[in-house]
C-alpha cells in the first residue's frame, strides 16, 4: 500500500462550506473510494492560504484522482466547483506531491 498526496484550492471563505459537504459526503462517493482501493483519507486546510492538503493510502496503481470518468465522481465535482478552484471539467485543480520523508 502506497501514500499519496496531494493539494487543491478553495476559494476564499469557503472552508466552512467545505467541512459541511464533507462532513454530508454522498455515501455513492465514499463507496467507489473504498472500492477502488482509497483508505486512511484525510483533507486537512490552511486558512491562511485556502490550501487543502490531501493524504489517502492506496492499494495499486490508482487514487481518488483516477476516478473523474465516473459518473458519481462528476456530479460530486460539479457539486464542489462553486467553492473550489477547478479545471474546465468541474475536476479540482491538484498538485500532486512527493513524499520525502516518512516515520511510522
Do not use: C
Amino acid at each position: 500500500m502506497k501514500r499519496v498526496a496531494f493539494t487543491m484550492k478553495l476559494k476564499p471563505g469557503q472552508g466552512a462550506e467545505y467541512r459541511r459537504r464533507h462532513d454530508n459526503l454522498w455515501p455513492e462517493v465514499a463507496q467507489l473510494l473504498k472500492d477502488s482501493g482509497v483508505s486512511d483519507y484525510s483533507i486537512f486546510l490552511d486558512e491562511t492560504t485556502h490550501t487543502l492538503f490531501a493524504v489517502q493510502k492506496v492499494s495499486g496503481d490508482r487514487g481518488s484522482q483516477d476516478l473523474g470518468k465516473t459518473e458519481i465522481v462528476q456530479k460530486w465535482w460539479a457539486y464542489m466547483a462553486d467553492i473550489m478552484e477547478t479545471n474546465p471539467d468541474n475536476s479540482p485543480v491538484v498538485t500532486m506531491i512527493d513524499e520525502v520523508f516518512h516515520l511510522e
